[in-house]
């Protein structure tokens, strides 16, 4: 998932700020602490942030906006990776503008 | 009289030894021991759906991938073959799921013209040609209708025996089945059951093997966190309703996996700006945006 606020900064000029969260489970080899990918290494989970049946995945992001700076656009991006970062299959998109004036 | 009942035991026990020993020595001989075209002639909706899924393509993973190609390569995972010539059953592990019938039909020389054809696949020094045609080989391994309406089909082997020679096994039982090889359906007591999808959909890491391997977690993930939470439906409630044999996802439909993702997987977002006072007289503007995904899965998203 990509949480992306979009604003200006102090000079008018655009301004993107990203935030990610990834959630999968994590295996190593158990001789290592590196994680591995595919089958044919990975051995035995060490982490899990996937998402659980009944068991809602909640965050809270936080984006800090320059002095002055009332809005921003905020894009949330919710996809399914395949093999690599590139394989990319839709899930959500999500489009809401924050105001902080009233 | 001791000696002659010893000789008797000795000739029971060799006899399914000698039936068992035609194995095939071939890509092609193991291919044509479980093909299942034939059962198109009948079943052609459900065969259609099943030649789009993943158990049709086991050794190709997504996008026209190979899987098994690290396991070729010498050197590569700790299971490769020194010599492509050399390979066994036992270096690819991977068959106990992902080509099952390896184990129980075939001699080594599968493995052999498996590794030699996956090594063509992705030699660079190959034509396109001697590329599409060890890779069109390796998709002629799949998992049939055989595999999992005969060899799969009973888990309770002590009580209930092997499967049947001539006989399919299904959801429900036809007395004549109008096949020249399989004249028979029995009921398999379990085929309607998250058990018999947890057969290869594994539980976690493979501890049987002389090197632990870790492919799919979703049958643990469904007892250990989707029944452990109160669910109550099977795979095939939700991955074969009507009977669809797709099962899907298929990863290869880009369409088709959003939608299921979609349907699985809610997102709810609600944002907030306001000035926070970090101390006396400083301001800090701040967006917050809370995220809820839930799932209607019955197992961890990502599994498989």
């Not at chain 1, 990975?42 to 909640?58: E, F, G, L």
């Not at chain 2, 039982?173 to 007591?189: C, L, N, Q, R, T």
């Not at chain 2, 306001?274 to 809820?292: G, H, P």
Request: charged share 25%.
């Amino acid at each position: 998932m990509v949480v992306t606020a979009k604003h200006k900064d102090k000079d008018g000029k655009d301004v993107e700020s990203k935030q990610e969260r990834h959630y999968h489970p994590q295996a190593t080899n158990c001789r290592d602490n590196k994680m591995k990918y595919g089958a044919q290494w990975k051995v035995a989970n060490i982490r899990d942030t996937s998402i659980q049946p009944m068991k809602p995945k909640k965050e809270t992001i936080e984006f800090d906006l320059p002095e002055g700076i009332r809005a921003a656009d905020v894009t949330v991006d919710l996809f399914y990776e395949l093999g690599n970062p590139d394989q990319k299959v839709p899930i959500h998109t999500v489009s809401q503008k924050v105001l902080l004036d009233r | 009289m001791k000696f002659l009942r010893l000789i008797f035991m000795l000739l029971f026990m060799a006899f399914p030894l000698i039936v068992s020993a035609e194995k095939a020595k071939t890509i092609d001989e193991l291919a044509k021991m479980y093909d299942s075209s034939s059962c198109k002639e009948c079943h052609e909706d459900i065969y259609m759906q099943w030649e789009k899924s993943h158990h049709a393509r086991p050794l190709m993973g997504v996008k026209g991938g190979l899987m098994l190609t690290p396991l070729a390569m010498k050197g590569a995972t700790a299971f490769s073959p020194d010599d492509p010539k050399k390979a066994t059953a036992k270096n690819y592990p991977c068959f106990k799921c992902h080509l099952p019938q390896a184990i129980t039909s075939a001699e080594d020389s599968v493995a052999v013209e498996l590794t030699e054809a996956l090594l063509t696949a992705a030699d660079a020094s190959k034509t396109d040609k001697e590329k599409a045609d060890a890779k069109a080989q390796i998709a002629k391994l799949q998992i049939g209708c055989i595999v999992c309406h005969s060899d799969k089909a009973i888990l309770h082997k002590r009580e209930l025996g092997e499967p049947q020679k001539g006989v399919l096994y299904s959801s429900k039982a036809v007395a004549e089945h109008g096949d020249a090889m399989y004249k028979k359906v029995e009921k398999s007591i379990v085929m309607k059951d998250s058990l018999y999808c947890g057969q290869c959909h594994g539980l976690g890491p493979n501890l049987e093997f002389d090197q632990p391997f870790q492919c799919a977690n979703l049958y643990g993930s469904y007892l250990h966190n989707y029944i452990a939470s109160g669910g109550t439906k099977s795979c095939q409630d939700c991955h074969m309703q009507k009977g669809d044999h797709l099962i899907a996802p298929n990863w290869n439909d880009d369409k088709g996996s959003t939608e299921l993702l979609k349907k699985a997987l809610a997102l709810d977002v609600e944002t907030l700006g306001y000035d926070w006072l970090r101390k006396a007289k400083t301001y800090v503007s701040k967006v917050v945006v809370n995220t809820t995904i839930t799932s209607t899965a019955g197992h961890r998203v990502p599994d498989g």
